[in-house]
């Protein structure tokens, strides 16, 4: 079997790291306890969250021991990392409510009852720190001077840092130490954006407890231009199913850009590379077949097999001329709604086609739009029920983007 570390760098997962090959060969030769930290600053997952799932997940699968770390405290001060303003203050009964969702959807992945992995969430010892004994253990180790020069700092001296925002670095970096006393925790992985972070905790444990731990970047997912993938024109792609359908999800892995497909399956499935690098090969229309892969695969993986399949027969029965399928994303209206008419920028806005109205009339004005078979160009068109046909309307947004709407 493969050492961990070589799979996650074969599949390309990692950026950098702490002394890599004493890493290496600590992982080829005994179970490792490691951990990722999530804070719980959204109600759902993102595919983002993907990679470092993942990275988890290949670990895991070699016999090492993940620690899933929810952030019910860190949440409550914000990762000042790449922001530019302070982050949104959450309340706690928000921050606990996402919590809870994340802790469900990690469920679908991990068994947490066999003790194989473990699920925590960092409240439960920085929600009751005495301050100043924890700034006796823990501040006295923390060089001001050297956190001004990190870039999550440096970038925000001149428009505002909080000393709550600075203080961020000191309570994640208590998490490695807090989990290395609790669960033995000898690896903290993370985006590449958490560098400071992961080795302000690794330094931090090394100081306390003298013991040899380690940091591991992934990284982040993007495009091969590096822009930050999983955003639509509709917003963020959601590993909730009530916020990012499982057709919307298919379709945002079946439209990547070709230059990404090969990265995308190493990164995001669990197929072989003998089999990732045939089809990242492809080449000319043949690599829809690898999109097609791509999609079903991650689809598969986050919302069930059912779900893909659906999602792939919905895909397939719209793109190659068998029309309506019943898994097409779809929104019911009262049909009283259209007897005197409804405009349709209101309509695209009901149906989230368009954030907002004028969204929607930009859609419209630059051609982007058609109802059935008809091109839609006039921004007070008025859907009546007359454009139903059998209780259902078809919007279509550019070329690929699918929406039914459907008579109650």
């Known amino acids: 079997m493969m050492n961990a570390f070589d799979v996650l760098e074969e599949r390309g997962f990692i950026e950098q790291g702490t002394h890599p090959e004493e890493l290496r060969e600590l992982l080829g030769k005994e179970s490792v306890t490691f951990y990722v930290g999530f804070d719980a600053t959204a109600p759902s997952l993102t595919m983002g969250h993907l990679i470092p799932l993942m990275s988890m997940l290949h670990l895991y699968k070699a016999g090492h021991r993940p620690i899933f770390l929810l952030g019910g405290g860190t949440t409550m001060i914000g990762d000042p990392s790449g922001k530019s303003d302070m982050r949104q203050m959450l309340t706690q009964e928000t921050i606990n409510a996402n919590v809870e969702s994340f802790r469900r959807q990690f469920s679908r992945f991990v068994n947490f009852d066999d003790g194989s ?230 309509l695209l806005t009901e149906t989230g086609l368009a954030t907002s109205r004028s969204e929607g009339r930009r859609l419209v004005q630059q051609g982007g739009l058609a109802m059935g078979e008809e091109r839609v160009t006039d921004i007070d068109y008025m859907v009546m029920v007359e454009d139903f046909s059998d209780g259902e309307l078809i919007l279509r947004k550019g070329k690929k983007v699918y929406h039914r709407v459907v008579l109650d």
């Open 117 to 346: 992995a473990i699920l925590e969430n960092n409240a439960n010892w920085l929600l009751d720190l005495n301050f100043m004994e924890y700034m006796r253990e823990v501040g006295r180790h923390f060089s001001v001077n050297r956190m001004l020069t990190m870039e999550t700092y440096k970038s925000r001296l001149e428009s505002g840092l909080t000393f709550l925002e600075f203080s961020y670095l000191l309570v994640q970096s208590y998490d490695y130490l807090e989990l290395f006393r609790r669960y033995g925790c000898r690896l903290q992985m993370g985006g590449n954006d958490q560098w400071s972070n992961i080795i302000g905790g690794y330094e931090l444990v090394r100081k306390v407890e003298g013991q040899p731990v380690y940091g591991l970047t992934l990284r982040l997912l993007t495009t091969s231009a590096g822009t930050k993938m999983g955003k639509t024109e509709a917003g963020t792609v959601w590993l909730d199913s009530e916020r990012t359908s499982p057709y919307d999800f298919y379709q945002y892995l079946r439209n990547v850009d070709d230059a990404d497909v090969e990265r995308m399956l190493a990164l995001l499935t669990f197929l072989p590379m003998d089999e990732v690098k045939r089809l990242g090969s492809l080449e000319g229309s043949a690599i829809n077949q690898a999109k097609e892969v791509l999609a079903f695969e991650v689809t598969k993986f986050v919302h069930g097999e059912e779900e893909a399949r659906k999602a792939e027969a919905t895909a397939k029965a719209l793109f190659g001329g068998g029309g309506v399928d019943e898994n097409m994303p779809s929104t019911t209206l009262p049909r009283a709604t259209f007897a005197e008419g409804m405009n349709i920028l209101s």
